[in-house]
């Protein structure tokens, strides 16, 4: 139980109670209603073993300890959790005091991460609400939007602060209880997304809250209340003001982890897909049925179904195909400009993804996996000789280039008959291999077959020059 504050109720569905103010931090209004586990069905088993240890080793030294967010969540759904959350009354460095393997991290938010075997607990500190925190030094604000969020509060407090209903439920190990201040509990049985509070303020206060409520409703399958949905029309050009890497980090859960299709609508939907990809998003605006709608749609639904069957996926992959219109603009331009094309290529590659990661930074490794899928394309379609063809088939960056030709094939570019020239090529033994017809260079002037602005520009991967 939450020391003091907290009823033993019945668990039916709470009413669902409001902040006295609209930046949600009062915790005289709301009493928690306390669900039983008869109710709520969650049992220790449910939990990681490691993530009970951290929540026994908090209360053994007498510090209130949750487990919060989407572990809670997700068990109440019936979903596997992908990690377990812990909000504990202990300071960090408490925390690390506790735990043998333990690393303090975050500036804007500081937590500890405690590693147990292979996995790794967050244990945040509670936090006090803003109300609380004007004027403290830990805690800052910059234009409404929260900068530094590291003055520590009680359990009621640490509740009103966080985003979602559904994400605020808190399971107390000891009584088995599951503690509900916001409502989250009547939210998530009815799958309703609903911001804690008012939804203008706190997307103020954090833009990225925008990307999470697409996130949550595309993985959970939840409706979004009018009222969380709303605000995020008319504030979503805030997530332009996001640092990149940050950004980056919830794209990848956007993207990575099975609903990338889900996802992308949704962000579509709400107006935010332009604030992360904004030439992409004018491409996909100037031509909804083109190249670069149909290209990501195909790269997103691919990335669904290799996580689904367990195939590996990697964000250099996906990158390179929502950047791929604005690369053939590009080189175009270039190659308006006299530049010879393979140079206009490379140019264009560099460009673009300099321009992209501006907003949604991209790690090294993946932005040259994008570089070198981009660059293979027209050494795939310009086949000069076995000797080359062998070269290309060792090349370790082959089979990603090769899937992306595939992918262009699929999205109606004019290169399904090098696609299917690679597939042969691929289950050929040697023998067959030789004897197979090579150098297929594209006419000068190779058409797409699409229609419309795309299907009038020249194919770069297709130019001999390059
Ligand atoms: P996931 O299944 O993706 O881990 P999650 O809900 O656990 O979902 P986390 O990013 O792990 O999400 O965050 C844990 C919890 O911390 C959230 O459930 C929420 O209560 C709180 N939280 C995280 N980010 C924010 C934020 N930007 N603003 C307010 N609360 C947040
Ligand atoms: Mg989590």
Redesign the pocket.
Known sequence: MPSGTAQHGTGRTPTHPQPSNSSGVDSTIAQPIVIPPSEHGISDADISGGALKVLETLTDAGHGAYL????V??LLLGLK???F?VATAATPETVRSLFRSCRLIGRRFRLAHVRMGREII?VATFRAGSDTSAGDPDHQRVDGRIVRDNVYGTLEEDAW???FTA??LYYDHRERTVIDFTGGYADARERRLRVIGSAAERYRE?P??ML?AVRFAGKLGFDIESGTSDAIHDLAPLIEDMPPARLYEEVF?LFMAGAARANYELLRRYGLFGHLFPETGACIEAEPDGVAATLAGRALDSTDARIASGRPVTPGFLFAALLWEPVLRDSEACIARGMPHLRAWDAAGADVIERQVQHVSLPRRFSLMVREIWGLQPRLVNRRGHGAASRLLAHPRFRAAYDFLLLRAESGEDVAEHARWWTRIQEADDGERRSMPEDRRAPKRRRRRRRGRAAARPEPTGQPAM
Not at 68 to 71: A, K, L, R, T
């Open positions: 919060v967010g989407g572990g969540r997700d959790p992908k990690d959350d967050e602060r966080r985003d994400n605020c954090d990225v809250r999470r859960k």
